[in-house]
Nanobody
Framework: QVQLVESGGGLVQAGGSLRLSCAAS????????MGWFRQAPGKEREFVAA????????YYADSVKGRFTISRDNSKNTVYLQMNSLKPEDTAVYYC?????????????????????WGQGTQVTVSS
């Protein structure tokens, strides 16, 4: 039903910035909670950030709080992740996820089980 396509990944130096985008095909995008997860080699996929349907509520993992900002533009069916002050430990494949809020989940879901749709991922590499 829903297709998500991430873009904006790449190679940056430590301390640099990068903005990821996730374009969604859903007609009801404005009612979806959206999230970002990441997975580094040898590690489990971990939560990064989430945003509710309107963009009025956000939630961040402690590891990125103060450095990353999640936002959305419902007129463009797109969610963004602005990443500043990047560190080598931020290196991972970043995934966009969508929760249509069909069930009584949080408005800013933080677990993989709460999301129904996932993008293909985009690689972010931060060099020292």
């Amino acid at each position: 039903q829903v297709q998500l396509v991430e873009s904006g990944g790449g190679l940056v130096q430590a301390g640099g910035s990068l903005r990821l985008s996730c374009a969604a095909s859903a007609r009801t995008f404005s009612s979806y909670a959206m999230g970002w997860f990441r997975q580094a080699p040898g590690k489990e996929r971990e939560f990064v950030a989430a945003i509710n349907w309107s963009g009025g509520s956000t939630y961040y993992a402690d590891s990125v709080k103060g450095r990353f900002t999640i936002s959305r533009d419902n007129s463009k069916n797109t969610v963004y992740l602005q990443m500043n002050s990047l560190k080598p430990e931020d290196t991972a494949v970043y995934y966009c996820a969508a929760d249509p809020q069909k069930y009584r989940t949080s408005q800013t879901p933080r677990t993989r089980r709460e999301y129904d749709y996932w993008g293909q991922g985009t690689q972010v590499t931060v060099s020292s």
